[in-house]
């Protein structure tokens, strides 16, 4: 595709279900990275693909979040028994190359009530 | 932790006028990039400076780094209401180091 897709946009759900959001990259990009966004702040580093591997992990939150990569494409980032801290804005983004500039997509604004 | 910091927080400024905002960083880097976000969700990359470079244009946009202080600055030339956004650096941590961790940004509003 043309750039990063984020799928959904929106994501309402009930404290303690699971979420799935998807990530499509930009085809041909070797490196994919998660983000999470709190409303008015930063951006915090969640974990990031070479390949189908993780290489580094160590943002993720909890064991209740979990991220896999499949064909060098698209990425899942999974979310366990969601709690309302859950909430925020999810960003994916993906490079080339690892170090190169990031192509960012729109995000998801899950919402956990 | 490698993330960068920016600063100020928020910056207000006249349509016309020129913004400034710093980024320090606590480990050795490979690059440096700067980012803008407009309300709403997604980053735009504006500019890349790697370890060896000092400075770098691109149109209105100056990026410095000081490798010896671990420090950036993103200088906007001749702001416009548009340049309205959150601006944001980002490291990778330097050798071996793969992430990219981003700083809590800059808000910037240009006034009419």
């Known amino acids: 595709g043309a750039g990063v897709s984020q799928s959904p946009s929106n994501k309402v759900t009930e404290k303690g279900k699971d979420v799935e959001l998807r990530c499509d990259p930009i085809?041909?990009?070797?490196?994919l990275y998660w983000y999470r966004q709190r409303l008015g702040q930063g951006l915090e580093f969640l974990i990031y693909?070479?390949?189908?591997?993780?290489?580094?992990k160590s943002g993720l939150p909890s064991d209740r979040f979990s991220a896999e990569r499949t064909g060098e494409s698209v990425s899942t980032l999974t979310i366990q028994r969601t709690q309302q801290e859950d909430s925020a804005v999810y960003l994916c983004?993906?490079?080339?190359?690892?170090?190169?500039?990031?192509?960012f997509g729109s995000g998801t604004q899950l919402s956990v009530l | 932790s490698q993330q960068g910091e920016e600063d100020p927080q928020a910056l207000s400024i006249q349509e016309g006028e020129n913004a400034t905002m710093n980024c320090s960083y606590k480990?050795?880097?490979?690059?440096l990039q700067w980012y803008r976000q407009n309300s709403g969700r997604g980053l735009v990359h504006l500019i890349l400076?790697?370890?060896?470079?000092r400075e770098k244009h691109s149109g209105r946009l100056r990026v410095t780094l000081d490798t010896s202080k671990k420090s950036s600055s993103l200088l906007i030339t001749a702001s416009r209401a548009a340049d309205t956004a959150s601006y944001f650096c980002?490291?990778?941590?330097?050798?071996?180091?793969?992430?990219?961790?981003f700083g809590q940004g800059t808000r910037l509003t240009i006034n009419p």
């Open positions: 983004a993906s490079s080339r190359r690892v170090g190169e500039k990031l192509f």
């Open positions: 085809s041909g990009h070797t490196a």
């Open positions: 693909f070479q390949g189908n591997s993780a290489p580094d």
């Open positions: 480990t050795s880097i490979n690059n």
């Open positions: 400076i790697r370890s060896n470079e």
């Open positions: 980002a490291t990778d941590g330097g050798q071996g180091a793969q992430k990219l961790v």
